[in-house]
T-cell receptor, first 111, second 114 residues
């Protein structure tokens, strides 16, 4: 069964710092990998996705994908208190319609 | 602009009672629709998906069923609730199927089974 694991479980950073979140997945045939942000009691919102090896940058977000090591990371530059939320890594399974989520990383940015 | 509405916002039900949760998407024709479930402190799990009216595929078996009676409506139901059904239910839509397309989530329904 395809699995997605995230680390760390929680992360506390000071305002203005870089936040780094990690995700590993089990299926090398997985297609796009997505990062979602979820605030308490709300539905997740997509932040950024990546398909090809390498990195992709959007605003303060940078995502790195290494398919050989089945690893993807999300980096948030200049973290703000409003970035405090749970960050979910999601990978499409080989069937194409099933999106598999990790348990999430709780990010707290302290002023 | 597309909007996604879920009802009810929250529900408290007894074990063994029936359940019906609803989701409507406005402003998008023929979207792919999805139901997800998130236990408290647990992983978000995809339960069902639908690519067209009347066609629903099950992803995870949780003694629940889903139907798509209209293009913009997705229903999640069961005749007998279990304690394990408690959690946060989310409906989502995407433009089409496939990994390149973002899934947009609704506000969710909080279900408590006692």
């Amino acid at each position: 069964q395809e699995k997605v694991q995230q680390s760390p479980e929680s992360l506390i950073v000071p305002e203005g710092a870089m936040s780094s979140l990690n995700c590993t997945f089990s299926n090398s045939a997985s297609q796009s990998i997505w990062w979602y942000q979820q605030h308490p009691g709300k539905g997740p919102e997509a932040l950024i996705s990546i398909f090809s090896n390498g990195n992709k940058k959007e605003g303060r977000l940078t995502v790195y994908l290494n398919r050989a090591s089945l690893h993807v990371s999300l980096h948030i530059r200049d973290s703000q208190p409003s970035d405090s939320a749970v960050y979910l890594c999601a990978v499409y399974g080989s069937s194409g319609n099933k999106l598999i989520f990790g348990i999430g990383t709780l990010l707290s940015v302290k002023p | 602009a597309q909007t996604i509405h879920q009802w009810p916002v929250a529900e408290i039900k007894a074990v063994g009672s029936p359940l019906s949760l609803g989701c409507t998407i406005k402003g998008k024709s023929s979207p792919n629709l999805y139901w997800y479930w998130q236990a408290t402190g647990g992983t978000l799990q995809q339960l069902f998906y639908s690519i067209t009216v009347g066609q629903v595929e099950s992803v995870v078996q949780l003694n629940l069923s889903a139907s798509r009676p209209k293009d913009d409506q997705f229903i999640l139901s069961t005749e007998k609730l279990l304690l394990s059904h408690s959690g946060f239910y989310l409906c989502a839509w995407s433009l089409v199927g496939g990994s390149s397309y973002e899934q947009y989530f609704g506000p969710g329904t909080r279900l408590t089974v006692l």
